[in-house]
C-alpha cells in the first residue's frame, strides 16, 4: 500500500514534546523528533519499503514502527482512502491560507470538550485559577470624567439598521464629547451584573460568550471636541478616558490602519483588544479564540449601529498594524491584544469613497448562479 504524508499537517512541541498533528481528521501525537525526517520521505505516494531505502541511515524496523505510528495518527494517509480525498481537497480549498488558517480552524472543530495533547492534566479550572480583575483600569492616568447625560438614541430602528453604512468620507467638524460618551458607554458600558457561580460579572448591550468581556477598548482621538489628540483606554466602570499616550495625527492614524487614507480622516478610532486571560481562565479549549473574534464582531456591530443612530458615520477594519497600535494603546501585544480597529466621524455629504451601485453593465459580468 502506498501512503503520502497528509497536506494538513501541523508539527510544532508543547511541553517539550515533538508533536504531529494532521488535521481535522487526526490525532495531536508526540513522537520523537526523527518522525519529520520520516514524514518527509513520503511527499508523494510512497510505499513504506520504498521510503526506507530512501532512508537507509536508519534502520528498517525504526522506520516500520515510525511509519506505523504516523499511519494511526493520521499523518500518513492511504491511497485512494476517503480521508486522503478529504485532505487535498482541504488542501486545495484553503490553499491561501495554509498553514496558519486551516490549522487554527480545523484543529479547533468539534472541540468542546478539552482535549490537550496526550496529557490533558494543564487545564486550568474556574476553582483553582485565580480570577483576573473584571476591569481594565490604569490608575496612575491622568484621566476625564466623561459627561454622563444621554444623547439622543431615539432613531427609529428600521431607519438605524438601513441607513448604517461603513463610511470612508468624514467632514471636519469635531464630535462632541457628548455623543462620544454615549456611545462609548452604550457599546462598552456595563448593562447589568450576573452571579457567574464564581464571582459577578457584567454584560453589555453586546452578547459575549460566557459573559467573560474579554474585549477592552481603546481610543485613538483625533478630531473630539474637547479632547486633545492621543490615545486613552475608556474605563467602563468609571466612565472615563484615561489618557496612555499624547497626540495623534492623521498621518499616524491612516498608517496604523495599513495605510487606509479614510482612517485618518476619522474623528476617532476605537481598538478593541482582547484580555485573553479573561476568557482562557474559564474556557482553557483553544476554541475559545474564535469566540473572542466573534465577541469582537458582535461589538464592532453594535458599535455601527449605535453610531449610526446617533448620525455619525462608522467604519472598522481587519487590517492594522498589530504592534505598533498595541505599542500605542499600551498593550502588552502578548496577553492584551488589538483584534479589532473601529472608526466614527460625521459623515460628509458627498462622499468620493462611496461604492457606485451595481448597473446592468454590472450584472453581465456577474455569475448569479452556478
Ligand atoms: C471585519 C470587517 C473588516 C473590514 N475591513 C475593511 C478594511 O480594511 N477597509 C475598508 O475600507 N473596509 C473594510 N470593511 C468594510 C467593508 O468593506 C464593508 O462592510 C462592505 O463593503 C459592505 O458595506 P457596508 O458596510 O456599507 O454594508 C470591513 C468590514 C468588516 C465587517
Redesign the pocket.
Known sequence: MRLRRSRCLTCYWHQGMFVVHPYPHGTPTSLHPAAAEILSAFEDWTTPDEAAKNLDHLAPETVEEAVSALASAGALLAEDSPTAAQDQDIAHHWAAWSPEASFFHFATQNDYVDSGINTGDTDITPETAAMPPLFTDYPDAARLLLPRGRADLSTAYDKVLYDR??H?DFTSTPVTLDILATLLSTVFGPVDFIDSGHGAVFRRTSPSGGSRQELDAYLGALNVAGLAPGWYHYNSLQHSLELLSDGLTHDEAAHLCAD?E?AGNAAFLVVLAARLERMSVKYSTPRCYRVCLLNAGHL?QTFALTATALRLGPA????FRDADIAERCTLDNTGHTPLYVLAAGHPHPEPHQAPQTATLSTFTETPLHA
Open positions: 453604512r461603513t470612508r487606509q479614510w464592532g472598522q477594519t481587519g487590517a
